[in-house]
């Protein structure tokens, strides 16, 4: 049955073979990767069902057909015993994790994220229709989806190396062409803090933007680290999965961690593991690998957040607060300026401290308090515009009695 839906396809719609082609099963179709830049053929589970039938009784056509499609082609058909179909067949599957939100529960729904919509879809022994016109009746014959341009493979994991790549060559951009390492980190920094901006709203249509133009920047830089004969994205993935993985052996090895502070403890436990075991790092201590670049307060709270996993953490918040009461003296007895700076840093420090403690992200917290700031200053700025009169002519009693005014007329909101 494969090699003569195959043999339709090359007719009908110029597969080329050389290029491979992707044999999905039409009901798993939500819960299977697919690369729209290359042919697709979607055929229901039923037929593929009696073809493993056929082909486990013996019968003439049906092992034949399977290795003729897969031999001719770079396809993979996962056909299985009657039995283990009948139970796909039963099973409703799982949306792909990365493109299991919304739009991602329905074959139909999948296929429009995946191609546009004008997209041909063919039908095989039938008519063409395109992919937005397509109905869940047409999933119950044999399709074919022609390749899509890999720049218009959007929802692709692809698209994205591709597009980069594409603008770097010599007929490319020419802004992208003359891009480095070094040029672009501040494009990184600013699209980081846009994403952290949007991050205080939630999950939005907006946040998804502004981490798609974050993602950029890291495929920019690995783009730009293949030409240099470093690494490329690939990389990057493997990377940090193989990472990720061994930094969780309690999901995916046989250690315990029932709670978050268990797994905060073992997973600076196998960092400082790969520290002794790299030869690369076997001096470098568990705040080594915190950025300079970081804000202080975020810098802080994460330095702290290390050692208290490694075991150095005061057994509850009163001791922090009575760190916070000895810092806040000994700033107070502080004789000079230099001491008084050093004395003050150390407040800080121990303030960040009091929010690890609480759970509470300080450089997130002084943001809002800055946001809450800004808001009751504009009030009294309006407030001080009514009456006619410049803020600097105004002593600091009043202006302290319009800001509590302020603070009123925002909590009666």
């Avoid at 009948?86 to 994220?113: E, I, K, N």
């Avoid at 490329?232 to 090895?253: C, E, M, N, W, Y």
């Avoid at 700033?331 to 960040?352: K, S």
Wanted: glycine share 8%.
């Amino acid at each position: 049955m494969l090699d003569r839906l195959i043999g339709e396809a090359r007719r009908r719609w110029g597969l080329d073979l050389a290029a491979g082609i992707q044999i999905v099963a039409a009901e798993r179709l939500v819960a299977t990767p697919i690369e729209p830049s290359r042919p697709v053929l979607v055929v229901p589970l039923t037929r593929l069902a009696a073809l493993a039938e056929t082909a486990g009784a013996g019968g003439a056509g049906g092992a034949a057909d399977v290795a003729g499609a897969a031999g001719a082609a770079d396809a993979t058909v996962a056909v299985g015993g009657a039995d283990q179909m009948a139970t796909a067949l039963g099973a409703a599957p799982d949306p792909l994790p990365g493109r299991h939100g919304p739009d991602g529960r329905t074959a139909l729904t999948v296929l429009g994220r995946l191609y546009p919509a004008g997209h041909t879809a063919g039908r095989l022994g039938g008519h063409e229709t395109t992919v937005g016109a397509l109905t869940a009746d047409d999933l119950a014959a044999p399709l074919y989806l022609r390749p899509v341009a890999p720049e218009l493979a959007a929802a692709s994991p692809w698209s994205m190396p591709y597009i980069a790549d594409r603008l770097r060559r010599p007929d490319g951009c020419p802004w992208d062409r003359e891009q480095t390492h070094q040029s672009l980190r501040k494009h990184l920094l600013e699209e980081t803090y846009e994403v952290y901006d949007a991050l205080e709203r939630g999950a939005t249509p907006a946040l998804a933007e502004e981490l798609g133009d974050l993602l950029l920047q890291v495929v920019l830089h690995a783009q730009l680290a293949a030409e240099a004969g470093v690494f490329d994205l690939t990389d990057v993935q493997a990377s940090i999965a193989r990472k990720i993985v061994r930094r969780h052996p309690h999901v995916f090895g046989d250690a315990i961690a029932e709670t978050a502070a268990d797994v905060l403890r073992q997973w600076e436990r196998i960092k400082a593991i790969e520290r002794s075991e790299s030869d690369a790092a076997a001096s470098r201590g568990a705040l080594d690998g915190i950025s300079p670049s970081m804000p202080a307060l975020a810098a802080s709270q994460e330095m702290q957040e290390r050692v208290a996993a490694l075991g150095y953490d005061w057994p509850d918040i009163e001791g922090v607060l009575d760190k916070v009461a000895e810092e806040l003296g000994e700033f107070a007895r502080a004789a000079t300026d230099e001491d008084r700076r050093e004395e003050f840093g150390d407040l800080l420090l121990v303030a960040v401290n009091v929010g690890r403690k609480l759970g509470i992200e300080t450089e997130g917290a002084l943001r809002a308090a800055n946001d809450k700031f800004r808001r009751r200053f504009r009030r009294i700025e309006r407030m001080v515009a009514d009456r006619g009169v410049a803020i600097r002519d105004l002593d600091f009693a009043t202006l302290d009695a319009l800001w509590d005014a302020a603070k009123a007329e925002e909590r009666a909101i």
